[in-house]
């Protein structure tokens, strides 16, 4: 059984960091696509930052983060993570990781899903 379990959110001043983690289990994270995906109140989840390739060397970020957030994978661990710097208001929301169930996939169906993780930026 595929389980991907978040931590790390918290509540922080503008400004500040974070590093969210996604420990999976019953799933090898290494060349598999995995997300950060978030979610705020009233608005529709949308995708931060995705990692794919044989190597998971390559990675995407959406506009608004790039340059803050930084995507990336222990394999040792198992682990997915996201590292936010600079976070601003408007990054307030419920993170939640996602993983493919197949290798080489276009990063587009996303099988598995953890519980979320909230983050709360204060001005």
């Known amino acids: 059984q595929v389980q991907l379990v978040e931590s ?19 799933y090898t994270v290494g060349g598999y696509c995995m997300a950060w995906f978030r ?4 608005k529709e989840r949308e995708r931060v ?18 340059g803050r957030f930084t995507i990336s994978k222990d394999n040792a661990k198992n682990t997915l993570y996201l ?15 996602a993983a493919e169930a197949s290798r080489g996939g ?10 979320g993780t909230q983050v709360t ?3």
Request: aromatic residues 10%; charged residues 15%.
């Open 39 to 42: 979610q705020a109140p009233g």
């Open 83 to 97: 590292e936010m710097n600079s976070l601003k208001p408007e990054d307030t929301a419920m993170y939640y990781c």
């Open 49 to 66: 930052a995705a990692i794919w390739g044989d190597n998971d060397d390559w990675t995407s970020l959406k506009v608004s983060v790039k």
């Open 8 to 26: 790390g959110g918290g509540s922080v001043q503008a400004g500040g960091s974070l590093r969210l983690s996604c420990a999976a289990s019953g």
């Open 106 to 115: 276009a990063c587009a169906k996303y099988t598995y899903w953890g519980q």
């Open 121 to 123: 930026v204060s001005s």
